[in-house]
């Protein structure tokens, strides 16, 4: 059974850091790209970061560039996204997703990814 499971969310005070995890089960991370998206409240789900082995290329949303970083550990099975000088607005459910081969210019969008983790939550408050 494929499935995506995360972790390492809760709350965190503004300036804070988190690394969330999304460990990947039935299936092997290896060819896929790795997406994280989130979802404020009230808001629609935006993509986050991609990075995919296929082009080695990497992708940032502008309002987390310098502040998250995507990785993957293809042995573990794993994928990361280390969040630093977090602020309220980064709050929202964060969602994990592989899609077969690379990001692509539009890895902003969830139409392409065939897979979804179940999301965890990440709070920015003091």
């Known amino acids: 059974q494929v499935q995506l499971v995360e972790s390492g969310g809760g709350l965190v005070q503004p300036g804070g850091s988190l690394r969330l995890s999304c460990a990947a089960a039935?299936?092997?991370?290896?060819?896929?790209?790795i997406g994280w998206f989130r979802q404020a409240p009230g808001k629609e789900r935006e993509g986050v970061s991609c990075?995919?082995?296929?082009?080695?290329?990497?992708y940032y949303s502008d309002s987390v560039k310098g502040r998250f970083t995507i990785s993957r550990d293809n042995a573990k099975n794993t994928a990361f996204l280390q969040m630093s000088s977090l602020k309220p607005d980064d709050t929202g459910v964060y969602y994990c997703a592989v899609g077969w081969g690379a990001c692509g210019v539009s890895w902003y969008g969830d139409f392409g990814y065939d897979h979804w983790g179940q999301g965890t939550r990440v709070t920015v408050s003091s």
């Open positions: 990075t995919s082995d296929a082009d080695g290329r990497t």
């Open positions: 039935g299936f092997t991370l290896n060819n896929y790209a």
